[in-house]
C-alpha cells in the first residue's frame, strides 16, 4: 500500500515561495492520483490540488489556482506542489493522499501522509 512522506513546509514572507514534496516509499505511486489538501487552525481541511494518475491532468482549487503548481515524478515517486506568490491566508497543514482519480472530496483519499507546516507572515 501507499506511504505518503510530506516535506518541504517552514516560515516565509507574503509574496515567497515554498516547494512541497510529497514521496511514496509504498507501492509505485503512478497506481493512482495524487492530492494535496489543507487544514488552518479551527478550519476543516480543504482542496488545494491533484493530479491525475499519468501526470496529464491536474485540477486546483479556485484560491490557488495561478499561483500554486502540481507536478509527478513517478519514476521518483513524488509529487510537488510548488506555491508562489504565497499569502497569509495559506497557512496551514498541508497533507498528500491517494485517490482513485480527480477529486476534490477528501472522503474519497487514503494513506494520508503525516503532513508539513506552511506558515506564511504578513
Known amino acids: 500500500q501507499a506511504h505518503f512522506v510530506e516535506s518541504g513546509g517552514g516560515l516565509v514572507q507574503a509574496g515567497g515561495s515554498l516547494k512541497l514534496s510529497c514521496v511514496d516509499s509504498?507501492?509505485?505511486?503512478?497506481?493512482?492520483?495524487v492530492g494535496w489538501f489543507r487544514q488552518a487552525p479551527g478550519k476543516e481541511r480543504e482542496f488545494v490540488a491533484v493530479i491525475s494518475q499519468s501526470g496529464r491532468s491536474v485540477m486546483y482549487a479556485d484560491p490557488v489556482k495561478g499561483r500554486f503548481t502540481i507536478s509527478r515524478d513517478n519514476a521518483e515517486n513524488t509529487v510537488h506542489l510548488q506555491m508562489n506568490s504565497l499569502k497569509p491566508e495559506d497557512t496551514a497543514v498541508y497533507y498528500c493522499?491517494?485517490?482513485?482519480?480527480?477529486?476534490?472530496?477528501?472522503?474519497?483519499?487514503?494513506?494520508w501522509g503525516q503532513g508539513t507546516q506552511v506558515t506564511v507572515s504578513s
Open positions: 509504498g507501492r509505485p505511486s503512478n497506481n493512482y492520483a
Open positions: 493522499a491517494a485517490g482513485p482519480t480527480l477529486n476534490r472530496d477528501s472522503a474519497f483519499y487514503n494513506y
